[in-house]
């Protein structure tokens, strides 16, 4: 990794970054992400460092960079008021000139057919000479050539490549990604090392990427959580007019762990948000699971079977239907695995795992509960 020369960074100016970072949807997965604000140029720079090389000593970290890129050399055009009135030349004509030397100007048009080319005028090839932009005409008021040189002094400086900032503050991103490791593990080895760096007065640093991502989206869904489990137990006491029946497909609930752990585990797949979206949705799928069982084995009992009889007559009866039902959603979430790439993958296994061992274990696992709940003496319709 290229090292930034102390020479470089003690002549890094004070600068203000107008640009502010933006992010749209979740982040990479696997990147991790530090930010590093701060009052000065010199000190985030340092500190960046200084993360970099905690990250290049983890084996198989990639991709470590930050988004300033390394400082560049820059030169400052700096106009001498008194030289450019006595020249008859003013500051809005020497940044005109400067503009069109650099990023040209539009003079006229050019039509062909149907299509109309923008004519442009700007300096030749060798623009980016700067011992020639001493010499840049500059048109004063009597019409005559100044070279800008006669009225501006130039000063070279070393300053980043671009700045960004975020939240209204300038900052600077450190990222990288592991061959293996998940982002929450590469931070976990991180973290401890970046919370040692001694901060200057008036520096902190932040966590970014999908650590940052994840924590946020966990906390909106766990933040509901608990009103959508309270629904569902409300919903299902109003069906059945029951506890105890609500009780049995509330403990069938934790069975997608076993499923969508598996899944994560052959699959090789990172533990990520959308992982933990997907075991959020098959709630929903099981409970339909144990509704629908429950639901039959009260109709053969209500027909005048016993516990038992009841029982096996509804696992027969609905067997073909639950499976069916899962099978056709595991392949439908087959081109998600496949072309979902990284974001999705995760999520699209752990449904089919969860549901493949899910409603397999939930088929046997609500008749057993059903049969030590309830007994012959029961009634069907109070429960």
């Not at 960079?65 to 006595?86: F, G, H, M, S």
């Not at 929450?184 to 990427?209: A, D, N, V």
Request: net charge neutral.
């Amino acid at each position: 990794m290229k090292k930034v020369d102390r020479f470089i960074l003690e002549q890094l100016p004070e600068a203000n970054g107008r640009s502010k970072r933006m992010s749209l949807g979740a982040a990479e997965i696997g990147l991790v992400e530090y930010r590093i604000i701060g009052p000065n140029v010199v000190g985030q720079y340092r500190l960046a460092r200084s993360i970099e090389n905690h990250m290049l000593d983890i084996e198989g970290t990639l991709g470590v960079t930050n988004d300033w890129n390394e400082p560049v050399i820059r030169t400052r055009v700096e106009i001498d008021q008194d030289r450019a009135r006595r020249a008859g030349v003013s500051s809005k004509s020497i940044a005109t000139a400067l503009n069109a030397y650099f990023e040209g100007k539009q003079v006229s048009d050019y039509r062909e057919g149907d299509k109309t080319i923008p004519i442009v005028f700007r300096g030749d090839e060798n623009r980016d000479d700067w011992s020639k932009i001493r010499l840049l005409p500059i048109i004063s008021k009597t019409g005559e050539p100044v070279p800008l040189i006669q009225v501006a002094d130039f000063k070279g400086f070393i300053a980043p490549g671009k700045f960004k900032r975020y939240n209204q503050e300038r900052t600077l991103t450190v990222s990288a990604t592991h061959k293996t490791m998940q982002a929450t593990e590469l931070h976990e080895k991180l973290w401890p090392l970046i919370q040692s760096l001694p901060l200057p007065e008036g520096f902190r640093i932040e966590i970014g990427g999908e650590v940052e991502s994840s924590e946020k989206g966990n906390q909106a869904l766990s933040q509901y959580l608990p009103f959508a489990l309270l629904g569902i137990i409300v919903l299902l006491v109003l069906q059945f007019n029951s506890f105890r029946r609500p009780t049995i497909i509330m403990l069938t609930i934790p069975l997608v762990i076993i499923g969508a752990a598996l899944g994560l585990m052959i699959s090789n797949a990172f533990l990520s948000f959308t992982a933990i979206l997907g075991i959020y949705s098959l709630v929903g799928i099981i409970v339909n699971n144990g509704i629908v069982l429950i639901d039959r084995i009260d109709s053969e009992r209500a027909a005048g079977m016993s516990v038992r009889t009841a029982i096996i007559e509804a696992c027969l009866a609905r067997l073909r239907p639950i499976l069916m039902t899962t099978l056709t959603t595991i392949l439908g979430l087959i081109p998600l695995a496949v072309y979902g790439g990284a974001m999705w993958f995760p999520m699209a296994v752990v449904i089919m795992g969860g549901l493949a061992v899910g409603t397999i274990l939930t088929l046997g696992f609500v008749p057993v509960l059903y049969s030590l709940f309830f007994s012959e003496a029961d009634n069907v319709k109070l429960g």
